[in-house]
């Protein structure tokens, strides 16, 4: 999902509102890039000033990410025995799949109570997280790919954090210019599954049945591999030979 920039203080009033003494530090996943740096004292200068407790985990590539997911943020999920929380990833994330990537995309659990900001400046977004990144059984009770508050990957002012899920704040390129890809991304989510063969529900053995039953023209029989071997190597000793001109001959022309 991601958050327009109309309501980007949204998320962080909310967190105000809500964290106390016992409440779990909000996790800073930052890149080790200048921008993703300056990004960091920024935000931990205004959780200072509210008194919300916050520790910093820097992060130097996807496995260094991958890594952290597992012994960072696995603990705070839920179906973990963790308590849940808020990660922030400062410069990183943007462009990988973070569902996948931290881990928080089993057994449909909601995220299991982590709920992931991402700030990121690197193109291009990757659409798992800006219009999914809330798993679609386990959004409402009615099957609804989204839970209440948040139209197509969009979140409104009705939208009620802190049930975790991945959102991405809109630097304004997501309202602006990603309308289309979208619109692409959810018409490919409610596209039913297709096998390889393109069989819609079809096992290996009707398929098998179907090949079997296949109806045989008249006159003509099924031919084994067996058979087309022997055909293949008939037809070759059946081609004519050409007879290649020695080179007498052609010295013999060449002198006359």
């Known amino acids: 999902m991601y958050l327009p920039r109309s309501l980007i203080s949204k998320l962080y009033t909310h967190l105000q509102n ?3 003494a016992l409440s779990p530090p909000v996790l800073i996943l930052v890149a080790l890039e200048p921008d993703a740096l300056c990004a960091c004292r920024i935000l931990t200068r205004l959780l200072k000033h509210d008194y919300i407790q916050h520790k910093i985990q820097p ?3 996807y496995s ?3 890594e952290t997911a597992q012994k960072v943020v696995a ?3 839920q179906n973990q025995g963790g308590s849940g929380g808020v990660v922030v990833c400062l410069g990183v994330g943007g462009m990988g799949d973070l569902g996948s990537l931290l881990g928080l995309e089993l057994e449909n659990s909601a995220f ?3 709920e992931v900001w ?3 400046a690197h193109r291009p977004w990757n659409l798992a997280n800006v219009v999914g990144g809330y798993p679609i059984d386990a959004a409402t009770e009615d099957g609804s790919r989204f839970p209440p508050g948040a139209d197509g990957g969009r979140i409104e002012r009705a939208y009620k954090p802190g049930k975790g899920g991945i959102i991405v704040f809109d630097d304004g390129d997501i309202e602006e210019d990603l309308g289309a890809e979208r619109d692409a991304y959810l018409t490919l989510l409610d596209m039913p599954e297709i096998d390889d063969d393109d069989h819609l529900g079809e096992t290996d053995d009707e398929l098998d049945d179907e090949e ?3 109806p045989v023209h008249a006159g003509k029989k099924r031919k084994s591999w067996s058979d087309r071997d022997e055909d293949d190597s008939s037809d070759d000793d059946d ?3 050409q007879r290649r001109r020695s080179n007498s001959v052609s010295r013999n022309r060449h002198r006359s």
Do not use: K, Q, W
């Open 64 to 66: 260094d990410l991958e």
């Open 18 to 20: 809500t964290r106390h």
């Open 239 to 241: 081609r004519p030979r």
């Open 112 to 114: 299991s109570g982590v």
């Open 75 to 77: 603990p705070m999920m």
């Open 118 to 120: 991402v700030l990121d």
């Open 59 to 61: 992060i130097s590539g």
């Open 212 to 214: 079997e039953n296949a």
